[in-house]
């Protein structure tokens, strides 16, 4: 991640000296579902709120890594989960003002525990699994409240043909 500075000037004109844009190689989200139609989230402490919070495996994009690497790195990492696919199936803006960080949401489908978790020493993640009607319901509740996961998730649900519920 890299912090840019830069001097822009609107289109009425006013000039602002110090605008700050964050450049990242953006993250890669990933929807698993198992082959018993049950979908992989992970719980973890997120710093920047102060709370834990519940949300689909996601990651940051390695230097010379595509978003799909990434997309399949990040399942095994944070869960021990591997599939049998992994395909794109939307990018997002996440903060269009003041990033250039692109979110890459990919279905995994056919998701299974093959491998024990491969956590960065600042990770601690539970992960969970729910069937695709307690996911409506913690999307309902609030208890998943993250914008981008809230949209990655709902887009995902909007093309499942099992997940109408």
Avoid: C
């Avoid at 198992?34 to 949300?55: A, M, P, S």
Wanted: a negative charge; hydrophobic letters at 40%; aromatic letters at 6%.
């Amino acid at each position: 991640m890299r912090l840019r500075k830069d001097t822009i000037e609107l289109e009425s004109g006013a000039i602002i000296d110090e605008y700050y844009v964050r450049e990242t190689r953006g993250f890669s989200s990933v929807f698993a579902l198992t082959t018993d139609n049950r979908v992989v989230l992970v719980r973890q402490f997120k710093y920047g709120i102060g709370r834990t919070v519940l949300e689909l495996p996601s990651g940051f994009i390695d230097e010379g890594e595509s978003p799909q690497e990434a997309a399949v790195r990040e399942l095994a990492e944070e869960t021990g989960y591997v599939a049998d696919s992994m395909d794109l199936t939307r990018t997002f803006v996440p903060d269009p003002t003041n990033s250039t960080t692109l979110m890459h949401l990919f279905l995994a489908r056919g998701a299974r525990h093959e491998l024990a978790q491969k956590l960065d020493p600042t990770e601690n993640i539970e992960v969970e699994t729910v069937s695709l009607t307690e996911l409506h319901d913690l999307l309902r509740k609030g208890e998943i409240d993250s914008a981008t996961q809230v949209a990655a998730i709902y887009t995902i649900l909007d093309i499942l043909p099992q997940a109408h519920v």
